[in-house]
């Protein structure tokens, strides 16, 4: 200090620390903020605010960076969350219409494979609904049914076993 006011650091001293750089996401379902650290793949951030989300609230689609007056950027699921400096926000983004009230490990109807008619050429009318197996009496006599024969099977396979060694002795004295 005494030579013009320069303070002289020890080189001994660590360098004052720094906290971790973090990136902050605003959910726009649900109004909340979620932190993330530096690096995260878009759509692990994505999956996890979309799980925290309750019943009712719509699921978010991607990831944006905006900026008022400026076009927003939009993360893929395997981009990496970056801070794009002063006056950009992180955000969720809701489109209108899709996955309210469902949890973000369950397919989407969209996902769901169509089927087509023996022709190829047009889709079966099918619903997601109906390719439940319903619990009629006939599925339920099947099930039945599938035990029964199960113990008729262990029952001979207990009896053979049972009776193996005089089947064996028996076949031994003949030879």
Known sequence: ???GGIE????LEPPP???PPFLEVVCRSSGSI???AAGTDAGFALSLINRKLGLGI???SHIEAVKEGEEPVSFGPTSVLADYGEGWTLQTVVEEGHGKGK???QPSPEHVPIAMKSDGLHPARRS???SKPKNTSL????IVLAFVIMFVFGAMFTLLLENLPRIILSLTQFM
Do not use: T, V
């Open 17 to 19: 620390l720094r906290p």
């Open 8 to 11: 002289e650091k020890s080189p």
């Open 34 to 36: 979620r932190r993330f």
């Open 139 to 142: 599925y339920i006599g099947r």
């Open 128 to 130: 997601p609904r109906e």
């Open 103 to 105: 949890k973000a490990d």
């Open 1 to 3: 200090m005494a030579d």
């Open 58 to 60: 719509p699921l978010a």
